[in-house]
């Protein structure tokens, strides 16, 4: 029988092409890419090549065949568990791992529940590469040789690889213009450059912004206060002040969207105390306010609301940043005599809360330990809501008034499962149980909102206090679009997947008689500035973003943290243009003067948060301190 001669380097060959095929078969199976033409699918081929390449390449300065195999194997298991650890991220909050979420370690032990909802048996197919490349190890002769690798060959090896990088980089320029400078979307570095180098790309970023507190002296929010004062909103004084010196009760409704407010599912309706609260004389609905979150979800919507800031792109503020000086709404309300307090009946190390709301001027946090969680109570990660708010009520009469009282729900939650005795509602009848129970735990989400109010009725809170109510992020993904498509009767398009970013907003004034319903396009960000005017709290020299919705000068411009954003006339998803009213393609045109401007005010925000430069600020007579700051230097 004839002696196959394997060539001298074939198990580093077999090494980086099963290591490539299996990327490039996941990106298609695990990942919802949309790849629009054919140059789009050749750069999703090749752009995990270059970093394996260079990465498997370093087997080549080993001598001893030993060494190099066991280099080979520990290799390959690592990029197996970084690209499985992408998928499973994936499958839950439809984005890729940032280098910050990796060290949010103390939220690890209460993930349990949607951790086990985002890993199936059948995940052991993200490991074969490794499995096939023992196997080699073991099968081909070669294998076992060492090898000798003369300077020259490793250089042109290299050289072969900074060429396939620099090819990837090219063509992923000309599909997409300014991709590692302007993109705030993180789908589409992975799509251009691969996982393997968006992460190495992550770690120069997020390297970068904590190189920038370092080196700020303040000198940076010259530009960014001259941006902030330019597009300052005037209070409306018609409605300014109506709500000065009442308790501010502020709920963080979980996961709730406005698709299922006044709607119903399978003729049940789903939300049917909020939706008579849209029709209330003393409140004010505003369906058309879309959330802003990223990675950090609810910690994310809180740090919105109290700062009048966007979130980082690639990782939770209350995290990376809770060192920071802040200008908070809480720091405000505590210096008009407010007794500040969060509530939520959670461990106060998960998002870091107890270290950020110090940050954040807030006088005390009610956390899990201020409840009494009796058998049957718990749900995912803390009390159900009923409870939750029947003991929050209880200790709202033991504090000192005004106070100003956020409160966290829990039980409208990823995986959204619910005991058989607080279920209100059948569940849906899609292919996604996730979406399936969905309308079952917001509809106990509404039962609780009622409960809330009657509570607040009966220990003689209710009239003295203002109600804000707003939903903190999305709860269906993009991965559930198949559903979601049966159960709007529609496709989901990029236009329609920004629509459904939409979270109600609810503020409710009892004895106002001035409730409507307010049409304006608005964000979470404007809720901070919207609420402080109602409490005839001046902002006219504070470093925020957001503005007044009551106000005239008010504008229609909604920014997503990943860079889409929405306003009166168009949409802007998917890096397509679409006119709103009807949803359809419009011209680039229309939406041109928005993209460099929300890129910039995404950068504004980012740089205050990065550099820290609110240190530099003094939000009381509006003036920086850039001198002082050098002075220090």
Known sequence: MKKTNYPKHSILAVAILLTWIKTYVVYHTSFDMKIENVMQQFILFINPLSFLLAVYGISLFFKSAKARNRYLLITSSILAIILYANVAFYRFFSDFITLPVLFQTSNFSDLGASAAETIYVSDVFYFIDVLLLFAAIKWLPNAKEATIVKPAIRRAYFVISAAVLFLNLGLAETERPQLLTRSFDRELLVKNIGTYNYHIYDIYIQSKSHAQRALADGSELVEVNNYVRSNQAEPNYEVFGTAEGKNVIVVSLESLQTFVVNEEMNGQVVTP????????KDTYYFPNLYH????????????????????????AVFFTNSGNTYNSMSEKLNEKGYFTNVMHSNNKSFWNRDIMYDALDVDKFYDVDSY?????????????????????????????????????????????????????I????????????????????????????????????????????????YGISENHNEAMSQYLGKEITPFESAQLQRVPLFIHMPGSDQGEVVEEVSGQIDIRPTLLHLLGVETSKDMQLGADV?????EEFVIFRDGRFVTDKVVYAGNVCY???????????????????????????????????????????????????????
């Open 579 to 633: 006119d709103k009213e009807t949803g359809e393609e419009t011209e680039a045109a229309a939406c041109a003067p928005y993209i460099e401007r929300a890129a910039e005010e995404l950068g504004y925000s980012d740089k205050i948060i990065n550099g820290d430069l609110l240190r530099f600020y003094d939000e009381k007579t509006g003036n920086l301190l850039i001198d002082q700051a050098k002075d220090k230097k």
């Open 550 to 554: 009551f106000s005239k000068d008010h």
């Open 273 to 280: 105390f909020l939706n008579s609260l849209t029709k209330d």
């Open 426 to 473: 059948s569940e849906y009848d899609s292919n996604s149980g996730t979406l399936n129970r969905y309308f079952q735990t917001a509809r106990y989400m509404d039962e609780s909102v009622k409960i809330l109010f009657d509570e607040l009725k009966a220990k003689g809170l209710y009239e003295d206090s203002i109600i804000v109510m707003y939903g903190d992020h």
């Open 372 to 424: 009494e969680v009796a058998e049957g109570d718990a749900v995912n990660w803390g009390l159900k809501d009923i409870p939750f708010f029947k003991q929050s009520v209880n200790h709202m009469t033991e504090m000192q008034q005004p106070f100003y009282s956020r409160l966290i729900t829990l039980t409208n939650h990823y995986p959204f499962h619910l005991e058989k005795e607080d279920q209100f």
């Open 292 to 315: 802003q979150t990223g990675l950090g979800k609810t910690s994310d919507s809180e740090f919105i609301v109290e700062n009048g800031l966007y979130p980082l792109g690639g990782g």
